[in-house]
């Protein structure tokens, strides 16, 4: 077996084509994503593959992370919830993880962060506690996935209908922006650059979807972007702007965008991404009858580093969060950029 590193800006065929086909692989193992980060925001990324006889039985993608405010990191995958190694047996696995830790040594980085959804690893350092998925199987009949969500929940959503609301598409990310922004502002949080969704657009095409909610006067107040892989739905991000919340517009928008999956795309699975657990995105989610489930991410850690805590829920971020709920929202968008391509 030879492990290689992929030209991600060359020819992907060989990589796309095992990650469609690899039952335990995610929209963010696509070449695409990589492409789109290093586009955008300017990281390294080391997209490695191990090949036996010429064919691939296993890969990781790897972005590289270089911060002076969070230190120097490999992570699978940046800027994504999930990731991790996807290999056809043990020996490619093994393969893949002797050449992560040469990777990590050369490049001299603090931690490897590999985002499993499960376990790999009963001997890697491992963080639990702090994510959970939210996965659900859609039926068929958009009337029985309506009558699945909770009372309390579906009245949200049907108060949203009664409010007139419509739901469109946007070729190009600039009202998303504009709200996404704004939510991550008012929640203390640095967006990332306007770049980073112009690229994953173009990158991810027509499997990546900016779903709008307009009011009955044809006014933008929230809108997600969202992205199809094989059989599944994954919005990813989303936001609103003060008015949203009076017209239950995010409501109104997972179940528009839930209704289009299962009637326009043939999905089977709605994948409401992960949470941090104790917040209220993740209570939200679990308002919909979503289950949450401990994502499972493993490390590979330099001699003497403890695991990475960049995490809002961290009491030392507390001070700064209340500050930047504070800043003007041209400030916060033109700084913010500049702090959350450190985050990954």
């Known amino acids: 077996m030879q492990v290689k590193i992929v030209d991600i800006f060359g020819d992907c065929a060989g990589w796309d084509n095992y990650v469609e086909n690899h039952p335990e692989a995610t929209v963010y ?22 090949e036996d006889q010429g064919s691939i039985c296993g890969l990781i993608p790897l972005i590289h992370i270089k911060s002076r405010l969070f230190g120097n990191s490999l992570i699978s995958v940046a800027f994504a919830t999930g990731g991790g190694p996807l290999f056809d047996h043990r020996e ?14 050369s490049l001299a980085v603090d931690y490897l962060e590999s985002r499993n959804r499960e376990e790999i690893h009963d001997n890697w350092p491992s963080k639990k506690e702090t994510y959970s998925v939210f996965r659900k199987i859609l039926s068929p009949d958009n009337e029985k996935n309506l009558l699945a969500i909770p009372r309390k929940q579906r009245a949200m959503v049907r108060k949203g209908i009664k409010f007139g609301l419509k739901a469109v598409v946007d070729e190009l990310p600039d009202r998303l922006f ?5 939510s991550l502002r008012n929640l203390g949080s640095p967006v990332f650059p306007q770049k980073l969704f112009y690229c994953l657009k173009q990158e991810y095409g027509e499997n990546c979807e900016i779903l709008t909610i307009e009011t009955d006067h044809g006014k ?4 997600v972007m969202t992205f199809y892989f094989r059989d599944e739905v994954v919005p990813y991000y989303g936001g609103g702007n003060f008015e949203a919340r009076r017209f239950a517009a995010n409501d109104f928008m997972y179940w528009s965008l839930m209704e289009r999956a299962v009637a326009q795309r043939d999905c089977r699975i ?8 104790g917040t209220g995105a993740f209570s939200f989610k679990k308002n919909w009858g979503f289950e949450p489930r401990a994502l499972n991410y493993e490390f590979i850690l ?29 400030i916060a968008n033109f700084v913010g950029p500049l702090i959350s391509r450190s985050l990954g």
């Open 29 to 50: 193992h696509l070449s695409a994503w990589g492409r789109a980060v290093s586009c955008s925001m300017g990281h390294e990324c080391y997209y490695m593959v191990v």
């Open 220 to 223: 933008a107040i929230s809108s």
């Open 178 to 182: 504009s709200m996404y922004s704004t």
């Open 270 to 277: 709605f994948d409401f991404g992960r949470s941090k657990n």
């Open 302 to 330: 330099k001699d003497g580093t403890q695991m990475p805590d960049i995490n809002p829920l961290n009491p030392k971020y507390q001070l700064m969060i209340k500050l930047w709920k504070k800043l003007p929202l041209p």
């Open 92 to 105: 490619a696995l093994a393969a893949l993880d002797a050449e992560c830790r040469a990777l990590r040594e």
